[in-house]
């Protein structure tokens, strides 16, 4: 069974940083694609940035690009976010997902609360 476990959601004021990590655990997770989603308050689910977890490359939507860090730790199975420069219109539930083979995100975690203030 796969899991994906997300921590580091908190309460910051504008201009500051979180890191997210996603702890993920139930296979092998090379050839995966990892990334990052995430839910504002009566808005739809978004995607945020993604991470090949073999070659390391990344993605990013536009909104966050040069805020955003997405990494991982291949030896810990984790995943990150670095999150600088935080805006109010960050403020979400914050998603960790898995596509196997890079097809399709099948794996969700539990989501984490990240709420910036003005």
């Known amino acids: 069974q796969v899991q994906l476990v997300e921590s580091g959601g908190g309460l910051v004021q504008a201009g500051g940083s979180l890191r997210l990590a996603c702890a993920a655990s139930?296979?092998?997770?090379?050839?995966?694609?990892m990334g990052w989603f995430r839910q504002a308050p009566g808005g739809r689910r978004e995607f945020v940035a993604r991470i090949s977890w073999n070659g390391g490359g990344t993605y990013y939507v536009d909104s966050v690009k040069g805020r955003f860090t997405i990494s991982r730790d291949t030896a810990k199975n984790t995943v990150y976010l670095q999150m600088n420069s935080l805006k109010p219109e960050d403020t979400a539930v914050y998603y960790c997902?898995?596509?196997?083979?890079?097809?399709?995100?099948?794996?969700w975690g539990q989501g984490t609360q990240v709420t910036v203030s003005s």
């Open positions: 139930g296979r092998s997770f090379g050839g995966s694609t």
């Open positions: 997902a898995t596509a196997p083979g890079g097809i399709r995100y099948d794996y």
